[in-house]
């Protein structure tokens, strides 16, 4: 029988007992953010009623237009609704522990037995040729609910040309949210794009030959990690993979790891039970050590936390403005373009490596099968087994 509004509340339940429990969601959150939501929905809409389900509804298609990865808002909110923010921040963390401590220690295995040792380039390449069918599936999800008319195509297009030449990530994330906020006006939103291209090619051209991705070789520091994942926070539009050119321009990018071990923290986050976003803790580990791991996992998860504690009861309000829901829209669309463009950076990156092109190019068209028709919470784990199968067995 289906129930009522008036049945949907919270239970009485202790703070210690919040953590407990999405402490539990935590270590069973394997998948990525559509299972993790779906454990949610099923444990606390439909089991225990915490809220009805067209308030879930309606609160999930808030969290998706904002950044932050939306199962752990989701945990925040709960909690809230539950005991207050004093909830929402042990629920939060609750559920973001367990992957955080098991990336941890991959970090310290990475570090301590595997980035030195020869044995185990064949493995790591096949997964991270692996990863990057991942990454191109994500693109394309991604795009089917954001690209949704011929102008978000084209800012993410224009978008993706700008990441290519090595432009600043603020530059068409403004664009597109002020070209797709104006488009009722095609007059100035064409002025827009033609100020955007300027201002492009008056910030930088690449000369032939050189890299798309400078190697700064800055000293890695704490606050810089801290930073590093503040950005990649702020701006994860449309999921957790909207984080990766971001991180991987503060990291990479400034020549603290490689694209290889980059990667490898990516193919480790899909296999723990973590948001994805939790890669981010290998970088910083690989980067920084201990001190580093918590410094860019802090700025990772603080937009997370902060948006539901602070905005907590307006949330619905400020996303319904017509306008901000627009110009939010455009910054999406340009973040599939400058995730497209990572992935193109990425692959050339790996292509580099490989000695067994026909090899790596049947490992990828598996790996990109596998992600494109399958949706289990196992699939981006046996890919990635696959991909170091067929690396310990060719060398690539």
């Known amino acids: 029988m289906d129930y009522t509004v008036t049945d949907n509340r919270p239970p009485l339940i202790s703070l210690s007992a919040i953590f407990l429990k999405f402490l539990r969601f935590g270590f069973l959150a394997f998948g990525g953010p559509v299972a993790q939501i779906a454990m949610l929905r099923q444990s606390l809409v439909e089991e225990e009623r915490w809220i009805d389900r067209s308030r879930f509804n309606r609160l999930l298609a808030i969290l998706q237009v904002l950044p932050g990865p939306e199962a752990h808002e989701l945990c925040v909110h709960f909690g809230i609704i539950a005991r207050g923010r004093i909830g929402g921040l042990l629920a939060g963390l609750g559920f973001m522990l367990p992957g955080f401590a098991l990336m941890l220690l991959a970090g310290w295995v990475y570090v301590t037995w595997i980035a030195e040792h020869g044995m185990w380039s064949g493995p790591l390449l096949g997964i991270q040729v692996a990863v990057l069918a991942i990454i191109l599936r994500a693109v394309v999800r991604i795009g089917e609910h954001i690209l949704v008319d011929p102008l978000t195509c084209g800012i993410a297009l224009g978008s993706a040309l700008l990441t290519l030449a090595n432009i600043p990530f603020w530059l068409p994330l403004v664009a597109g949210a002020a070209i797709y906020a104006c488009s009722h006006r095609s007059y100035f939103a064409a002025a827009i794009a033609v100020v955007t291209a300027g201002t492009a090619i008056s910030i930088h051209f690449i000369p032939p030959g050189q890299a798309v991705l400078d190697i ?50 990516v193919a480790l986050a899909g296999i723990l039970p973590a948001p994805l976003v939790i890669f981010a803790t290998f970088a910083g580990y690989v980067a920084g050590a201990l001190p580093g791991a918590l410094a860019i996992t ?60 026909p090899i790596a190019i049947i490992l990828f068209g598996f790996a990109l099968a596998a992600a494109w028709r399958l949706k289990a919470i196992w699939v981006t784990p046996a890919i990635l087994a696959g991909g170091a199968l067929t690396g310990a067995a060719v060398s690539l």
């Not at 990690?225 to 909207?242: E, P, R």
């Not at 907590?312 to 455009?330: K, N, S, T």
Request: aromatic content about 12%.
């Open 216 to 265: 700064s070789h800055e000293p890695s520091t704490v606050a810089a990690l801290f930073i590093a994942g503040l950005k990649g926070g702020l701006l994860t539009f449309g999921g957790a993979y909207t984080a990766i050119p971001y991180v991987r321009a503060d990291t990479v990018g400034r020549g603290w790891l490689s694209d290889a071990t980059f990667l490898d923290g």
């Open 298 to 357: 802090a700025g990772m998860f603080l937009p997370a936390f902060a948006f539901s504690l602070i905005f907590y009861e307006r949330l619905e309000a400020i996303v319904d403005r017509p306008g901000l829901q627009r110009a939010l829209e455009g910054i999406a669309a340009a973040v599939v373009g400058i995730i497209a463009a990572t992935f193109l950076q990425l692959g050339e990156a790996a292509w580099s490596r490989i000695s067994s092109p």
